[in-house]
């Protein structure tokens, strides 16, 4: 099953994740996997730690999911194993995962960012 999707139709107008459960969960989903595609070059794809949502015969699939970045700058998140859990995501650039992940800070620089 291919979903197409644009995170910015899901995000309020600070680029915030949604608070409603449900959609929180699919968020979230779609910004791992911008996470790990965001500073991909583009034709160069990466296993993620991000498991497969398909069940083919009624089986939880194994698989991992695998992102790839596009010549159009469009990233695709795929499985391997079963073939069956795919999506393309575009619009993904000024998103807060575009960068790929935060940079580490140190323990005590903490109560500073509140």
């Given at each position: 099953?291919?979903?197409?999707?644009?995170?910015?139709?899901?995000?309020?107008?600070?680029?915030?994740?949604?608070?409603?459960?449900?959609?929180?969960?699919?968020?979230?989903?779609?910004?791992?996997?911008?996470?790990?595609?965001?500073?991909?070059?583009?034709?160069?794809?990466?296993?993620?730690?991000?498991?497969?949502?398909?069940?083919?015969?009624?089986?939880?699939?194994?698989?991992?999911?695998?992102?790839?970045?596009?010549?159009?700058?469009?990233?695709?998140?795929?499985?391997?194993?079963?073939?069956?859990?795919?999506?393309?995501?575009?619009?993904?650039?000024?998103?807060?995962?575009?960068?790929?992940?935060?940079?580490?800070?140190?323990?005590?620089e903490l109560p500073a960012l509140h």
């Amino acid at each position: 099953m291919l979903l197409i999707v644009d995170p910015n139709h899901w995000l309020d107008a600070d680029g915030n994740l949604p608070e409603e459960p449900r959609l929180r969960r699919r968020v979230l989903r779609v910004a791992r996997f911008i996470e790990y595609g965001g500073p991909l070059p583009e034709g160069s794809l990466r296993e993620t730690l991000v498991e497969c949502n398909r069940r083919p015969h009624r089986k939880a699939c194994p698989g991992l999911m695998w992102v790839r970045k596009e010549p159009d700058d469009s990233i695709v998140a795929f499985c391997m194993i079963c073939k069956q859990d795919e999506m393309v995501i575009h619009s993904w650039q000024e998103t807060l995962w575009a960068e790929g992940m935060m940079e580490p800070i140190l323990e005590r620089e903490l109560p500073a960012l509140h």
